[in-house]
């Protein structure tokens, strides 16, 4: 199990490299996971397949990061917020969205959910999925 999850970030990175953002359907009841795992949380069903994400996404909620805990390499992504993300698959995930402070925050919270994207961002080495807001 622990070679096959190897193998399943493996390629979720690769394909990341080549601007292509993976997640893996279950063919029994098309749910999408995201980040991709094997085993499929709706039905359970182990037989699911890669299948490329549209990126597009609601988001529903937002915490600011507390100064203390903000991770250093963080700064480089300007203002961010830690968002509950439901991809257009379906599929939830808490991902870090840019471009939201603290009165960028209070403006959205009456409008929530808003649409938002999936981007592609280099990190120390190495991409990783990060949320932009539609409007800007
Ligand atoms: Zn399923």
Redesign the pocket.
């Known amino acids: 199990m622990a070679i096959k999850l190897e193998k399943v970030v493996e390629t979720f990175y690769e394909n990341l490299e080549q601007g292509k953002i993976m997640g893996r359907k ?1 063919p ?4 999408v996971e995201f980040p991709p795992v094997y085993a ?1 949380n ?4 182990l037989e ?1 397949e890669w299948v490329e994400i549209s990126g597009k996404a609601k988001l529903h909620s937002m915490v600011l990061p507390a100064a203390l805990s903000s991770k250093p390499e963080y700064k480089a992504l300007g203002k961010y917020c830690y968002g509950e993300v439901e991809l257009e698959e379906g599929s939830r995930l808490n991902a870090v969205v840019r471009g939201i402070n603290k009165k960028k925050r209070a403006e959205l919270l009456d409008k929530l959910p808003v649409a938002c994207h999936a981007v592609i961002y280099q990190r120390d080495g190495y991409k990783t999925i990060i949320f932009d807001l539609d409007e800007e």
């Open positions: 279950c029994k009841c098309g749910a499929c709706s039905c359970g069903s699911t």
